[in-house]
């Protein structure tokens, strides 16, 4: 099995900066394509951000696009999500997310998610 835990999120003011980190560990021998999702309370779990196979190599959601920026460091199966310029709808649980090459997010066994931290954005 994988492992995935976020940390790094936090209370913060609009217009501030956080960066939240993901470890993976376990069972992370084959390739896995690593993302975050968020999910607001009363609100479904939303796409942010992914590392994808083709051209580009991330995608964003239109939200956060230009704001945040997603990145790894391979050696330490770390990956962050550095948001920049927060707003009050940015607060959420976010998720670390991980899946299987030629599988979906929803794959029950080849598709892994952390516990998710907490970001709130107050204004």
């Known amino acids: 099995q994988v492992q995935l835990k976020e940390s790094g999120g936090g209370l913060v003011q609009a217009g501030d900066s956080l960066r939240l980190s993901c470890v993976a560990s376990?069972?992370?021998?084959?390739?896995?394509?690593m993302g975050w999702f968020r999910q607001a309370p009363g609100k479904d779990r939303e796409f942010v951000a992914a590392?994808?196979?083709?051209?580009?190599?991330?995608i964003y959601a239109d939200a956060v696009k230009g704001r945040f920026t997603i990145s790894r460091e391979n050696a330490k199966n770390t990956i962050y999500l550095q948001m920049n310029s927060l707003k009050p709808e940015d607060t959420a649980n976010y998720y670390c997310?991980?899946?299987?090459?030629?599988?979906?997010?929803?794959?029950?066994?080849?598709?892994?998610w952390g516990q998710g931290t907490q970001v709130t954005v107050s204004s």
């Open positions: 376990g069972r992370t021998s084959s390739r896995l394509i």
């Open positions: 590392f994808r196979t083709g051209d580009p190599s991330t």
């Open positions: 997310t991980a899946r299987r090459e030629g599988y979906s997010w929803d794959s029950r066994d080849n598709a892994y």
